[in-house]
C-alpha cells in the first residue's frame, strides 16, 4: 500500500499489520531513540513535506517526531507558506512540492473533502512514487488517528472485537468517527450513537456497522466498555450556538461516569479539548481519574503509529497504488438528491468539496 487515504482500503490485515509495527516502535518513540530505518547506502534522507491547510498542533506535531525517529527529514508547509492566496490552483501546489521541491513523502491536511484522494490523482498523473498520508481532509477521514485509536484500545483491552463503543456528541461532522465506523465494520466492534437527532451520521455511513443504540439516554451508556467524546466542531456547522445548546445534554462528566457506567469504562477523545465548548467537562485533576487519564494513553500512541506509516509508505513508494490501480469499482447508489439540494447540504455544514481545477 503506497497512499494512506482512508481506513477502509488498507483492510483488517493492512491495519493489523501497522499496528503490529507501531509495537515494535515504541520503546523508540518513548526513549527517543533513532530507529535505523534506511539502507546505509542513502546518502540523503527521505524528505517528509506536510501541508497543513488547517490548524493542527498533535498531528503535525507527532508526525514531526516520527520523522525524525525514523531518521527521515521533515518540512511543515502552512497555508501561509503556499501561493494559494495568490490564485495558484491546489493542484499546481502539489505539483511544486513533488516535482520541483522534491518530496518523499506529502503528508497533507486540508477543509477539502477528498483533498488528498485528489493530491494522490495529481502525483499519479505526473509520473512520481510519491506516497499521500491523509492527516484530514473536512469532515471526511483522518486514517492516522483511526489507527492510534485503535492501538490505543488493543494495548488496554487486548483485542479489537467484543467491546461497544459510545461515540459521544457531535458525531456528524467528526471525520474521526468516520474512521470508527470503517473499524468497526471491519472488526465488529459495536457501536452505540449517543447525540442529539441533528448530530447523528447519515444513514449509509452505518450500513454494515452493529449498531446497539442511538439515543439521548444515559442509560444506554450502561452497555458500554468505552466512550469516545467528540468536540463541537465549530468550524464545520453553520449555527454552532445553537448545536451547542442541543449538545448540553450530552456532555461527559465524571458524576455521569458514576451514576450511569460501568465501573471499567474508559474515556477517548482525539483532542484538542474544546475548554469553552467542551463535552467534556473539566474538573481540577481529572486526568488523574483512570477513566480519564486513557485520553493520554491515547495520545502517545500518536508517534509510534504515525512511523509505522511513514516507514510503510516509503518502502512500498514503487508498488502499484492500490485505489488508483484498482478494477473498477460497481456505484451504489447511497441517496438521491439534486445537486443543488447536496452544495446547500455542504454549505450549511461549512464543508467544501476540492475543486479539481487543472
Known amino acids: 500500500m503506497k497512499n494512506f487515504l482512508g481506513v477502509e482500503e488498507l483492510g483488517e490485515k493492512g491495519i493489523v499489520e501497522i499496528l503490529n509495527k507501531a509495537e515494535e516502535f515504541f520503546p523508540y518513540a518513548l526513549q527517543r531513540r533513532r530507529y535505523a530505518s534506511l539502507e546505509p547506502n542513502i546518502d540523503i534522507p527521505p524528505e517528509v513535506f506536510n501541508l497543513f491547510l488547517e490548524d493542527s498542533l498533535r498531528t503535525w506535531g507527532s508526525f514531526r517526531s516520527a520523522s525524525r525517529f525514523l531518521g527521515f527529514g ?201 475548554y469553552d465548548d467542551g463535552m467534556i467537562q473539566l474538573y481540577p485533576g481529572i486526568f488523574r481519574d483512570p477513566r480519564y487519564g486513557f485520553i493520554q494513553e491515547q495520545a502517545c500512541c500518536a508517534v509510534p503509529v504515525r512511523m509505522a506509516v511513514l516507514l510503510s509508505a516509503y518502502n512500498n513508494r514503487d508498488t502499484a497504488d492500490l485505489i488508483e490501480d484498482s478494477v473498477s469499482l460497481e456505484p451504489e447508489v447511497m441517496r438521491e438528491e439534486s445537486i443543488e439540494s447536496h452544495f446547500k447540504t455542504l454549505s450549511e455544514r461549512r464543508a467544501e468539496i476540492i475543486k479539481p481545477t487543472r
Open 74 to 274: 521533515f518540512r511543515l508547509i502552512k497555508e501561509s507558506h503556499t501561493s494559494l492566496s495568490k490564485g495558484e490552483t491546489f493542484a499546481s501546489t502539489v505539483r511544486m512540492l513533488t516535482l520541483q521541491q522534491g518530496a518523499d513523502i506529502l503528508v497533507m491536511r486540508t477543509k477539502y473533502e477528498g483533498g488528498a484522494m485528489f493530491a494522490s490523482r495529481i502525483i499519479l498523473s505526473s509520473g512520481l512514487n510519491v506516497p499521500v498520508i491523509n492527516a484530514g481532509d473536512g469532515s471526511n477521514y483522518h486514517p492516522t488517528q483511526t489507527f492510534l485509536d485503535l492501538l490505543a484500545i488493543r494495548r488496554k483491552l487486548g483485542r479489537l472485537d467484543n467491546f461497544t463503543m459510545a461515540l459521544c456528541g457531535d458525531v456528524l461532522h467528526s471525520r474521526v468517527a468516520h474512521g470508527l465506523f470503517d473499524a468497526a465494520r471491519m472488526f465488529g466492534f459495536k457501536i452505540g450513537i449517543f447525540s442529539p437527532p441533528e448530530s447523528r451520521p447519515p444513514r449509509y455511513w452505518l450500513k454494515g456497522v452493529h449498531i446497539v443504540f442511538e439515543s439521548d439516554s444515559r442509560d444506554d451508556l450502561r452497555q458500554c466498555d468505552i466512550l469516545y467524546v467528540f468536540r463541537l466542531q465549530k468550524e464545520r456547522i453553520s449555527d454552532p450556538v445553537e448545536q451547542k445548546r442541543r449538545l448540553a445534554h450530552f456532555a461527559i462528566n465524571p458524576q455521569i461516569l458514576d451514576d450511569n457506567c460501568q465501573k471499567e469504562i474508559y474515556v477517548m477523545h482525539a483532542q484538542p479539548i474544546d
